[in-house]
């Protein structure tokens, strides 16, 4: 593993050795944290960016992105969007005929792929994840449902 050393930061000279694998900003996490308060110092700047992430604009851009840096794909190479999943949205849950929905529609999609799968309630979209997401886990709940070991 090669060693650098820490860039620091403004005007800071840091002598600490970090792994060249992982980062591409040569900063230890200490100098890192610190510039990054530098930044946000400014009040005004925060109040600014809270204003911003409060507003119809702002969520959308701030979960479009969220959904591009976490991989969720309609398609080959192509990202999800706030259009694509409004589209979706107005059939509601794809689950709404197995038990109770509430909550707001979510985004569901593969952990594994990052496959977009449509929109499901938080109720139903908790279910799943909490089953592991997968048809195998599924089947398994189905057999305990239908041949229970005490009968």
Known sequence: MKLVTCAGHEGYKCKNKISAYKSRVRRCHSCAAHAKREYDVSPERRE??????????GRTVCREGWWRRNGILVGPEEPLTMKRFKKDAKK??????FGVCYGNLVADHDHLTGRYR???CMCHNHVLGKLGDTSENLRRVANILDFPKWA
């Open 118 to 120: 449509g929109p499901l």
């Open 92 to 97: 509601g849950c794809r689950l709404k005929g």
């Open 48 to 57: 600014q960016r809270r204003k911003y992430r409060h507003t119809t604009r």
